[in-house]
């Protein structure tokens, strides 16, 4: 039973770290993907294997790294390749059993865009790929984020292929791995899925508060809906506690987030004084 109040963020994370399983190799992203990681790692998932496109593999995040270079990272890893390591010896090898990967805009099928706000060469150019195009590519699942309106009809630029134009248009294509393909969305109004047969995306579940006329004015067709809809999963205790000690200002307004840090330094320097 939860006994502390959540934030939406710290939801959200929670949610998108049960994604991840005990044993499971994963890549993350800077950001939500790398919190998850880290809760997941610190309380149902020990065992999983966590590691970053740089090549920092088996790492335990003990603070929430900058890029995804950042030596924070090391502590606790089991090795560290390179980049063309990663993606050989890794993700192609077929090793990589989850990619968590953000999204700037996202079709149906789960095609995404990462590269180009509007049409290339006049768009505003944004995050760009990365290693996303390899990750979606070679991953078994992958496991996607967004926090703006990003769900178009038509992508004006595609930067990562999810399931092309449907049914098994993927898998026929011969260019991924066998039965890859993202498995499921995660944004601040609900939980989405992609249909077996299809390979449509559909709302699983509502976020707490949010109705599903909300979610239909942000999608541009006509969205598909799971009878009945499910729900966010109820965070623990412990998944919320390690969470705002790895990082007090990921979840909370800056408010909270400075009182919280402080509150936690204080902690920090009264057990150093005890242990003396």
Avoid: C
Wanted: proline share 7%.
């Amino acid at each position: 039973m939860l006994s502390k109040q959540i934030t939406k963020e710290e939801l959200l994370i929670v949610t998108a770290a049960r994604q991840i399983k005990n044993g499971d190799v994963v890549v993350l992203g800077i950001g939500m993907p790398i919190l998850a990681g880290a809760v997941a790692k610190n309380t149902h998932a020990p065992e999983a294997v966590l590691l970053m496109e740089s090549g920092i593999v088996d790492f335990e995040p003990r603070t929430l790294p900058t890029n995804v270079a950042d030596a924070t990272a090391t502590r606790g890893y089991g090795y560290a390749i390179d980049l063309f390591s990663v993606f050989t010896t890794i993700a192609y090898a077929g090793y990589l059993d989850k990619a968590f990967l953000g999204v700037g805009q996202i079709d149906k099928y789960g095609n995404i865009n990462t590269s180009f706000l509007g049409i290339p060469p006049e768009a505003q150019r944004v995050t760009a790929a990365g290693g996303a195009p390899e990750f979606y590519a070679y991953a078994k699942k992958t496991i996607l984020t967004m926090k703006g309106r990003g769900f178009v009809e038509k992508l004006p630029y595609m930067t990562s292929p999810g399931y092309l134009g449907g049914g098994d248009e993927r898998d026929k294509s011969g260019r991924y791995t066998p039965g890859s393909g993202p498995d499921i969305l995660i944004t601040p109004k609900g939980i989405f899925k992609f249909d077996p047969q299809t390979k449509e995306m559909y709302l699983d579940a509502l976020f707490p508060g949010v109705n599903l006329d909300e979610v239909r004015a942000d999608i541009p067709w006509e969205l598909k809906v799971a009878d009945p809809l499910g729900s966010f999963p109820v965070p623990k205790d412990e998944e919320i506690v390690f969470l705002r000690q790895l990082s007090p200002i990921s979840p909370f307004k800056n408010a909270t987030a400075r009182k919280l840090a402080m509150e936690h330094i204080k902690r920090q320097m009264e057990e150093k004084a005890a242990a003396r």
